[in-house]
């Protein structure tokens, strides 16, 4: 998940202590917290690559929906597991903002990619 929360101080410090409150409780896995400009484009670039990276794999079908948050990671996961049966693979990524999920399903093919 990346997550864009701003240059508002107080907003930043208190995301910053709610990550880490997940972390603590094993909800996070793994968090990046960039500490400056660069390293926050840096890491909206490996977001755009999703995209880049489902074009090169050749021709895909996308699908862009709107769903509850909590149903997010079960719809990529009933997705992935069709695919997986199928030799396609899936990614998935979107907006929590305004429950938007980007689902691109290609041909397995990594050589393409």
């Known amino acids: 998940m990346l997550l ?3 240059d508002i101080k107080e907003t930043y410090d208190s995301m910053v202590e709610f990550i880490s409150d997940l972390s603590e409780k094993n909800v996070i ?3 990046v917290i960039p500490e400056d400009n660069l390293k926050t484009r840096e890491l909206w670039e490996l977001r755009e690559l999703i ?3 489902s074009v090169k794999a050749g021709p895909s079908i996308t699908y862009d929906v709107s769903l ?3 149903k997010f990671y079960f719809l990529v996961e009933k ?3 069709y695919c997986e049966t199928h030799n396609l693979f899936t990614s998935g990524y979107g907006h929590i903002g305004d429950y938007n ?3 691109n399903i290609n ?3 990594k050589e393409k990619v």
């Open 29 to 31: 896995e793994n968090a």
């Open 79 to 81: 997705v992935r597991k």
């Open 101 to 103: 999920l980007h689902i």
């Open 107 to 109: 041909e397995n093919d």
């Open 68 to 70: 509850n948050l909590e």
């Open 51 to 53: 995209l880049e990276s």
């Open 4 to 6: 864009e929360i701003g």
